[in-house]
């Protein structure tokens, strides 16, 4: 496995592995918008040249986020997940972020569970959103 920074040519295979793993697909418009703030921050897990995993990780100077963390369900059971989390981890660390922040869904119970196994603790925040 090999992880490395999102590149254009990949965005049809991360979309494949979004749209695999039951998550939105981020339109080409607004990743242009987030590549142009922190593009190292935007991985992708390879096996060969087939894209097998995507996170997108933001950094605003005060907080870190984990953003959109995928593994194609064919892939799922072999350590890419947490492979991707390390990388995007570290990346943020050499921003000197000094905390990392993350959203899961109230009814996914797995995804919950394997951020508590990497370290990730549920907060009792009350998440506020308001479409633009």
Not at 14 to 31: D, H, I, N
Not at 52 to 71: H, K, N, P, Q, S
Not at 98 to 124: H, K, T
Request: hydrophobic share 45%; with cysteine.
């Amino acid at each position: 496995m090999k992880i490395r920074s999102f590149r254009w040519p990949d965005y049809d295979a991360v979309a494949e592995v979004w749209a695999a793993a039951a998550r939105e697909v981020v339109p080409r418009a607004e990743l242009v918008r987030k590549l142009t703030r922190d593009p190292e921050l935007f991985l992708v897990s390879l096996a060969g040249d087939r894209v097998t995993g995507v996170v997108m990780g933001t950094f605003d100077g005060r907080r870190g986020w984990i953003l959109r963390l995928a593994v194609d369900p064919a892939h799922r059971r072999q350590g890419i997940a947490g492979a991707l989390v390390r990388e995007l981890e570290s990346r943020l660390r050499a921003l000197d972020c000094p905390r990392i922040n993350l959203l899961v869904m109230p009814d996914n119970a797995a995804g919950l569970r394997f951020w508590q196994s990497v370290g990730y603790l549920p907060m009792p925040d009350v998440l506020c959103t308001k479409p633009l």
